[in-house]
DNA sequence: CGCTGGCACTCGTGGACGTTGAGTGCCAAT
DNA sequence: ATTGGCACTCAACGTCCACGAGTGCCAGCG
């Protein structure tokens, strides 16, 4: 496109029609922003931004309203909006006094979805590969124990294994603290290894070998990717432009996880902060919305956080309390 | 009211404007419902009814629909209602394979949604006090440690607690020794009490203190109350009469939790199945939607599980759905 | 005394129709 | 390349009217 006024134009479509939620004509935009030139030129550069996809008319002897295509490159050129003082508050005030990992997270989706009065998103982060700190063995009927695995960056993770009726408490006792000194400080990959051999250097027991493994996929992390989400009020409230079926199946999808979880995943590898619009998301569920996501935690596998409600959205807004919010959330994730 | 025939017209309307959405006129009435009466002496008796407060007309020309009170009426001549086998077949396969109690809620909570196409909640159950199997106590960092507390019903909980940066490694181990037998085999209200006396002992170091109610508060529960829902797609989904603003506000009730939990703790008293309609929840965020909901779990101390959906709703069938969720889920609990 | 048929009345719904005004596209003039 | 002018389009809005579902009331009947 490089028209300096073109773009200009552009920009002041979305704007326009982001605030108001109406079409915006020539003489309007002559009118509030000073171009320096006459509803009749800017006629003809919104004829051409037509022919080039990026606005459009909802009905002849309308106003022009941007197409996904437009939001994009809107988006694209957009430098970067500052954080309100107050949003920057916010932030620190909220989420300082959070107490463990699940109260961080719930906290960080609340506030997310104040911020930017949408629906937030909150991935879990992904759980790093860490050294074993501690194995715990608790006999609790003759046949069933718990382990519980204590992890060096303070996770706590569990698992019951089946443990033959026929074992004594003595025994018990030594291959819990065997396992013990055999699985402290290793990381996952050396202590599958160790415990295997551990297992079979013990004799042919079945059971030890699948106490290994229970320890080792506790290590590795156990719980299963998932996402929670907060303010889906957000979605009907006044000024939302989707359909009560839209907002249905948005809802249904934010349940469902998986496919939500995807998108995520694909957006993770594009820089900073990634946007999806409309179309772009790739889910006819998704219709009508974008989501604006950023990864948070370690920069090689970063989980994501983001907000998703309609195309029609403060883009700059939004993105600025997402990547604010995924910057903020790094640290304390982090330390 | 107590008249064979007000009652059946009652109940026709009600089930006639739950099916088809719109107010139900004597005509329809008489021709549908062979009540051996002519459409003027239903006419009277509407007339009566709507006196009561039973019934109303949306305007003039209008049919009638019930209101909140006629709702309730209705709900309390039920007799109960059979569930459909299909529904039965439902619950067995859905829950027979879940894992963990996170599992089993979670499918509950998404089985009921789908049984009742209405929003399903799951209070989680109410955790109760079990003896102290063992305490764990890791340092992590030299300021902060790490206390996990197995339970004797096999529950893990965690807690961290400032550790003075000047203990050596020798006494925290001694303390996590003895905090162990100090605390094994006990139940939480022995155990303030013992643990309190332990750390006087030992002296006036606070952090001891700290450390004691950690491992109480884990003991005695830890993980706050809470609810999950499923379904939030259902509340606008077509067919649904609420207001995109009332969505709003339901689902804000749903997220911030404090709301329907007080709502649960009071339905709680009233029965196998409990029923608030409309304004009976005395919420003005649930106006327009009715809760049915039942015990499930210990008798003593049961949890909550339930549907909420618009007063529009087919009471019967929901109430039918939900009280076998909540017993089936309280042979999956107690076992 | 309860039930019924008849009748006048109300009022929301939906279609037809004209007006208004915002907005456009095009073109000739600068 | 920009502009003022002009004819054209079309959604939104209001009015009007006919329709019909539904009601309340009343007099008559078993």
Partial sequence: MTDERKEAILRAIVEGYVSTREPVGSKALAQHHDLGVSPATIRNDMAALEEEGLIAQPHTSAGRIPTDKGYRYFVDMLASAALQDSHKRAISTFLSDAVDLNDVVERSVRLLSQLTRQVAVVQYPSLRESAVRRVE????????????????????????????????????????????????????????????????????????????????????????ERVVFAGAGNLTRAG?????????????????????LRLLHEMAAEGPVSVRIGSETGHDALAGTSIVAAGYGSLDAPALLGALGPTRMDYPGTMAAVRAVARYLSKVVES
Same sequence: chains 1, 2.
């Fill in 137 to 224: 063995l608790v006999r609790m009927t003759p046949g069933r124990a718990l382990v519980v695995v204590v992890s060096a960056d303070a996770r706590v993770e569990q698992a019951t294994v089946a443990v033959p009726e026929t074992l004594s408490d003595e025994d018990f006792e030594r291959v819990a603290r065997e396992l013990n000194e055999e699985a402290a400080g290793r990381t996952p990959a050396p202590l599958e290894r160790d415990l295997g051999a551990w297992a079979s250097r013990q004799g042919p027991d079945s059971w030890l070998g699948d106490l290994g493994s229970a320890v080792v996929g506790a290590a590795r992390g156990g719980t299963v």
């Fill in 240 to 260: 939302s432009d989707l359909t009560t079926d839209a907002v249905a199946s948005v809802l249904d999808a934010l349940e469902e996880q998986v496919v939500l």
